[in-house]
């Protein structure tokens, strides 16, 4: 379970996060929904590590987080960044295979053969024919892909998604958080991923938090969080909620400004 207490986080001077707790329980897939700006991504930097609180404590199955060194963190705990991997002269593959080294000795080596675990990864996301092609060959999309990728290799027991489906387009949107849900279903794991697209978030989630001004707006399952109301303090626009056909979440239907106050801020743009 992860565990935060108090926490309260500055940039540059300037309060993002401010005296925020919550639980996740383990085994499921979390969401972390809020407009640009609001410390989503900064949240998930604290979870995973990288980025120290201002103040408050963070606890990985009742251990500090900080008291974890380094590579025993990264065998329980895998981040894929926002924006994916960077170009580089690595291969699809080699990529991949870096996901071990928080099992590899000094000299880079394991006691077991993993290349059935790269194999499936490769194959789960679609890379198979790719694994052989430079890194810098490939598009967005595709590199996002082999980042999850890498993730899967890295077989841990928490995983944490800075808006993974960037770059995706709809079809492999789906491919990749079905994936990750059948992967969390299958291995017990525990997911926390910062998301936009909130019908997204509603359909593969299994508890949200919306964050606003530095806290908490609302936490709880997709049914319990995603209103109108709060639509409308959040993002500050109008939404109808309608149930999925299939699976009953809500899912959100943006409403359109009136024709007068659209007329109205078309004006107002042209006067400034």
Known sequence: MISVQRLSKKVNGRPVLDNVSFEMESG??????GPNGVGKSTLLQLLSGVMKPSSGEIGLDGVSMSNYPRKALARRLAVLQQGGLPPAGFTVRQVVEMGRFPYQNWFGD???DHSALIDLALDSMGLSELSSRPLDQLSGGERQRVALAKVMVQEPEVILLDEPTTYLDIGYQVQLLDTVRQWQRDRGLTVVAVLHDLNLASLYCDQIIVLHQGGIASMGTPSDVLNASLIREVYQTEASIVAHPLTGTP???LQPRKQESLQEAVSLMKVT
């Not at 499921?28 to 929904?33: L, S």
Request: aromatic share 0%; charged share 35%.
């Open 28 to 33: 499921r897939i979390h969401g972390i929904i």
């Open 110 to 112: 394991e006691r077991e």
């Open 251 to 253: 899912q959100i239907l």
